[in-house]
């Protein structure tokens, strides 16, 4: 057994963690942090293709269709055709879902702003540098 903890297993704790934080406080609103990350991610002037969210959020297409299809339901998006392709779908924000991309907005900074107060902008500028390294690592597949 190793004694101290891996990189692998502290990033999971780490992650893990935050994504209960913001859970915690999505509940407050009837959300949950998938629909928070996915408002911030829709242009709100213009609407996002369906086809570019998963991608931009890291998530499998059917992960994100049932979040969408929660969303809609919840009536923070709507779907349009795309005028610009008409094999695709613009996902666009209702009034209710702009309201609540700023209400996410301001839990992200808040949440940033913390970190930059309690851990300070260098050393968070590393930690940013480690963690896209191991990003480039990991998506590169030079590990096995």
């Given amino acids: ?4 903890k891996t990189t692998d297993q502290l990033i999971k704790e780490l992650w893990m963690a935050i994504a209960k934080l913001y859970n915690e406080e999505a509940s407050k609103y009837g959300g949950t942090m998938a629909i928070g990350y996915v408002l911030l991610k829709i242009d709100p002037q213009v609407g996002t293709p369906s086809t570019a969210l998963a991608p931009m959020l890291g998530m499998e297409a059917t992960s994100l269709s049932r979040t ?4 809609e339901e919840k009536g923070l998006i709507f779907r ?4 610009y392709d008409g094999r695709s779908v613009l996902i666009k924000l209702t009034e209710y879902g702009c309201q609540m991309r700023e209400k996410s907005k301001e839990v992200v900074l808040k949440f940033n702003e913390v970190l930059n107060e309690r851990i300070g902008e260098e050393k968070l500028e590393i930690f940013r540098s480690v963690s896209n390294d191991i990003l ?3 998506n590169n597949r030079e590990v096995f």
């Fill in 68 to 71: 969408l299809k929660k969303m």
């Fill in 1 to 4: 057994m190793i004694k101290e």
């Fill in 136 to 138: 480039k690592i990991v």
């Fill in 80 to 83: 349009e055709k795309n005028p």
